[in-house]
């Protein structure tokens, strides 16, 4: 395969092309600190009105304001400790031999799962630490929480210079790979269009790796997924701290949260069908996503719970309604899942399926007969759970909702438009077959 064959230039361009990627590069990272700023001690939005003025206050008006919260000595050396830590768990603990899906070249990569030791280990170590009186190597929860605004300037800048390092290290020739001597970075279908601003921000090396080392499953896994349950405990401990109490919202969604965080920890294998993984490159899009927005955003409720204005007392019977709409979220979430992982891994020949023209075969039928992405429905329904414990007191803690409402619709149109490309007439048979893109009769 000549380079031009393994890596076309890309032609279709997502997000409104260059000036949406820019316009994403520029306003994204703007959007944590916002968040922040409506959703604090000081301030946290009621109602429909905004406060502007309390807004105002908390932004930072000269660069000496700024530069303290962007290069907060104690803040930096926090993230980049536990940013190695994570690292170092991940290079060395062992875990299953597992092959991706088969690359442009004919290759497979493979993969050290061990996402299940990873954060069993980094659980060992929180709890050790909240309950050990004294540890000098390991900083406190309430540290997360006190600094919550410097740590959210540090991961954004840290995932620009991640993405930084990736664009650039997608132009450095490959000449050894896992003993197969000289070969060609692979680029994202998506990510090759030779404009620097586009690439950079889609991503531009489908699979960056440094040696046999992951970089974009371990962004996508480890660092900022695990970080979000550090962060909801940085909550709990704080209201706990401050308040002396422990409302039952904040520990139901942290710990619905973490079940989920878990349960992608331990069921990684899953991942690596996962469109990132597949199909996009890793740039700015997944660096900014998994290492800056997951977890600072993500975490929003328990923060929004942990405000003395927002202690929410849900009781049995409200906990138990939430416990059962997350329960049936994750059942479709998980068995959907599961259901398409072990049908493409050759099992469940008895159910229909359609063969398409590159030899793969597309199942229509038990979950993937409801809907082209029942998954998704799963994922929105335990996202309404989580964002219930928050009552109804503001609109702000329905972010989540809203916002993984739409990322799921907009990858269902990304995924479309893919599929329609790779399968032509036969994932037209598929949507004849299956018509309701994520919600059975409804949409
Ligand atoms: P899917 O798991 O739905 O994967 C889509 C791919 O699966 C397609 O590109 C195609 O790949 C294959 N496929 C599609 N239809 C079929 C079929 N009928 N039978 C067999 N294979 C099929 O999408 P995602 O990767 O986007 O999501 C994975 C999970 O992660 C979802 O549950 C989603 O909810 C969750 N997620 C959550 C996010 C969050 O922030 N909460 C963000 C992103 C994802 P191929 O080329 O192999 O045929």
Request: one cysteine or more; a neutral charge.
């Amino acid at each position: 395969m000549t380079g031009s064959q393994l890596n076309p230039v890309t032609k279709h361009r997502e997000f409104f092309g260059v000036p949406g990627a820019l316009g994403m590069v520029l306003v994204l990272p703007m959007v944590i600190p916002l968040l922040y700023f409506v959703t604090n001690e000081n301030y946290c939005i009621h109602g429909v009105s905004l406060d502007i003025e309390a807004i105002k206050k908390q932004i930072p008006s000269t660069w000496t304001q700024l530069s303290n919260i962007c290069f907060h000595k104690q803040s930096w050396l926090f993230y980049l400790s536990w940013f190695s830590a994570i690292t170092t768990l991940d290079l060395i603990l062992p875990g299953k031999r597992m092959n991706g899906t088969q690359l442009r070249d004919g290759t497979y990569l493979t993969y050290n799962i061990n996402g299940g030791a990873v954060s069993s280990t980094v659980v060992a170590i929180i709890a050790a630490r909240v309950v050990s009186a004294k540890n000098y190597y390991v900083p406190e929860l309430q540290f997360v929480y006190d600094h919550h605004l410097h740590l959210i300037a540090v991961s954004i800048i840290f995932s620009f210079a991640m993405a930084i390092f990736v664009y650039a290290g997608s132009f450095v020739p490959l000449t050894h790979e896992n003993g197969l001597g000289t070969r060609e970075r692979i680029l994202s279908i998506n990510g090759n269009s030779g404009n620097p601003i586009y690439d950079f921000f889609i991503g531009r090396e489908l699979n960056p790796r440094i040696g046999a080392w992951d970089i974009k499953l371990f962004c996508e896994l480890r660092p900022g997924l695990l970080l979000w349950i550090v962060i909801d405990l940085a909550c709990i401990h704080h209201q706990y701290h401050q308040y002396g109490v422990v409302t039952d919202s904040i520990l139901l969604v942290s710990a619905l949260q973490a079940i989920y965080v878990i349960d992608c920890s331990f069921y990684e294998e899953g991942s690596l069908t996962m469109l990132d993984i597949t199909t996009d490159g890793f740039g700015f899009m997944l660096s900014f996503g998994d290492l800056a927005w997951l977890p600072w955003t993500y975490s929003l409720q328990a923060r929004f719970l942990s405000l003395p204005q927002n202690h929410v007392h849900l009781g049995w019977l409200n906990s138990m309604l939430i416990v059962a709409l997350s329960g049936f979220g994750f059942y479709v979430y998980n068995a959907s899942n599961n259901q398409k992982s072990e049908f493409r891994q050759g099992r469940l020949e008895n159910m229909e399926y359609i063969k398409t023209k590159t030899g793969t075969k597309l199942l229509c039928d038990g979950w993937w007969s409801k809907a082209q992405h029942i998954n998704y429905l799963g994922d929105w329904l335990i996202a309404w759970a989580w964002c219930f414990t928050t009552g109804f007191r503001s609109p702000i803690s329905y972010y989540y909702v809203v916002f993984v409402g739409g990322l799921l619709i907009h990858r269902q149109m990304r995924d479309d438009v893919k599929c329609s490309a790779k399968y032509g007439e036969q994932w037209a048979e598929y949507k004849r077959r299956v018509p309701y893109k994520i919600i059975p009769y409804v949409y």
